[in-house]
């Protein structure tokens, strides 16, 4: 496929040739006649054109920290009920999720078909697992991968959303996840919820040793707590050799400390290569960025949960939540709001993909040369700063080199 008169990251028009999933071609637009003809690519089939019209070229969205299994996008506004702390508010979902106006494996593949529509095709997916809905939840994200399986990449991680230790036989449902298809295991909060972090992080670690899978951590906890737990992940990341394979989620409280323990928990998590993802949220203390890109510790932003039980919030655009990412970190230069498009983007698809590069800095805008793969984002913007700010709905979304949306539709 051809893909004329866009401009990559704003740059100048060019045209962009696609292959076997790849990029194979970026130069000058080239109008009428000047125009190589549409022949054969090499595959015996006929090469396509897509008329760009202009539209910046980006590089698809990676959603690495969203909670598919207990969405509601798509029903009735329902207000929300939940009340202060992780087990309170996960005590409310237990007690709603069932009686929603569609079962969640519907519910599940609506809002990824969502999430795709409007430009995103690499996705990480928590999907609950617990002694009052064992694999029920995980098998409804399965199902939605699988409805979803030529649009999109999904990874699935079993998260024991009410800890391993307060309720009996949930580090057993957690390892009955991975043998049913998980691919990567969670933890969450091994201080303030389970209230053993030596007990919770030795079950998560080993199960992530046994079964070859990477580990991700919900870490909810603040301060010198959060802190705390953060340096246990740390102990066992190297102690287990699994440098590359560990992602901390929220991390809310790591970064309120002093300038030097924030300069020392970024080169830890560097040498360590530990990743991270947000979820842009407010009122909280908000991600040292730039530190995070100099030091190549890759950052990936997630949407979280979507108009569920846990928060009104959330409606399946990353381009929304790129939006909120840069507003949260009082971002104006068009450098450093490029840069929230940049985490959002090829950001999360590094934690997905370590054969990927890391951002680099502020100013780094990987994902459209030749050889990388073909998710790509067209949308309409004077600039990539005016995307953000005016999330227009004229978006095609491409899949390895295959067009799975237009206008917000899926194809």
Known sequence: MWIRDVRP????????????????????????????????????????????????????????????????????????TGGPGVWTMMLNDRAHWRDAEVGVTERAAHTLGLM?????TRVRSFAQVDVDCGLERLEAVLAARETHRDRAEVQVIAFPQAGLLREEGSARVLEDALRAGADVVGGIDPCSLDRDPVRHLDLVFDLAQRYAVPVDIHLHEPGELGRFSADLVCERTE???????????????????????????????????????????????????????????????GQDGQRDYWSPYGNGDMLDRTWQLAFTHGFRADELVEHALAV???????????????????????????????????????????????????????????????????T
């Open 9 to 80: 990251w704003g740059g100048p028009a060019s045209d962009v040739r696609v292959q076997d999933g790849l990029v194979t071609h970026v130069g000058p637009r080239q109008a009428g006649e000047a125009r190589p003809a549409p022949g054969e690519g090499g595959t015996g089939q006929p090469e396509e054109e897509l008329e760009g019209r202009g539209r910046l070229l980006l590089p698809a969205f990676s959603d690495v920290h969203v909670h598919l299994d207990s969405t509601r996008l798509g029903l009735p506004f329902r207000p929300h």
């Open 116 to 120: 795709v529509a409007r430009g995103t």
């Open 239 to 301: 102690a287990l050799g699994m440098q590359g394979d560990v992602l901390v989620s929220h991390g809310y409280g790591l970064w309120d400390g002093t300038e030097s323990q924030t300069r020392g928990l970024v080169e830890r998590l560097a040498e360590l290569d530990i990743a991270t993802a947000t979820v842009a949220p407010g009122g909280r203390q908000t991600l040292p960025l730039a530190q995070l890109a100099e030091a190549g510790v890759r950052v990936g932003l």
């Open 344 to 410: 959002a983007t090829r950001g999360g698809a590094a934690i997905m993909d370590h054969d990927l590069a890391r951002l680099t800095g502020t100013a780094d805008r990987p994902g459209l040369a030749p050889g990388d793969r073909a998710d790509l984002l067209l949308v309409a913007g004077e600039t990539p700063t005016s995307a953000v700010m005016d999330r227009p709905d004229d978006r095609t979304v491409l899949h390895r080199g295959r067009v799975v949306a237009d206008a917000l539709t899926l």
